[in-house]
């Protein structure tokens, strides 16, 4: 990734954390999760490409490179999205010329905020095409669920790491003893209004994004460094 294909530019990790009560339909349903990955990218590189014409560029082309991460630092089933994009994008300022890196400056927390009220507007209209209602959470068990038929066991596993519960013991269906705020619910309307969790990070309809960490374009060796995080095992030496 880092000799070839990432450009010498700065690059930005965009982190889209799915809502709870999605989690498990998307574990199974890889094609829904890859409607994720398409929702993210391009609402992102719609508001790149906006922002490239506020600036003169017409013909602006973007980039990203995905990574598909299933667990949490506890091990929990959580698929999200880690997605490296340069902070800028590239065009040709003559025909049939290479084209060019055009830097763009660093998303504010509104643009963030917008970037994600798009993820969840597109993700809404995915999931009615499919026949599921977003904000029902017992829809989306369910058609989890019937996924997960032919694998009983593991649907039973798999349901109760989504949602951070024991599976097994005398204890089953209890939540182990955490430090921290309640994981939220899937929760909104049919137009998803995002707030600011922190700095460059914002929640929509559940759906959480943070843009704050970006490696300058001299700093390989860091850039490096982030995409072996990107690229890691749920378990490490």
Known sequence: ?????????????????????????????????????????RSLTTWQRRRAR??????????????????????????????????GVFHRPVPEAP????????????????????????????LTRRGLDPHDPRRLQSAAAELGEQEPALAHLSAAAAQGRLALGRHAGLRPAILGAE?????????????????????????NLHAAVWVRDDRRDRLEHLARYLAR?????
């Open 54 to 87: 506020e600036t003169g560029i017409a013909d602006a082309r973007c980039g990203a490179v995905a990574q598909i991460q299933r667990f949490s630092a506890d091990l929990s089933l959580n698929p999200h999205l880690h997605l490296l994009a340069p902070d």
């Open 233 to 237: 095992p749920p378990l490490a030496n």
């Open 183 to 207: 994981p939220r619910s899937l929760v909104g309307s049919a137009a998803p209004r995002a707030r600011t969790r922190a700095r460059l990070c914002a929640e929509a309809d559940g759906y």
């Open 1 to 41: 990734l880092v000799d070839r294909v990432l450009p010498w530019a700065p690059v930005r990790q965009w982190v889209l954390s799915l809502p709870w009560n999605l989690r498990l339909l998307v574990a199974y349903d890889h094609s829904l999760l890859l409607e994720c990955h398409r929702a993210l990218v």
């Open 99 to 126: 084209p060019v890196f055009h830097r763009l400056p660093p998303p504010t927390d509104t643009e963030v905020r917008s970037v994600v009220e798009g993820v969840a507007r597109r993700m809404h209209r995915v």
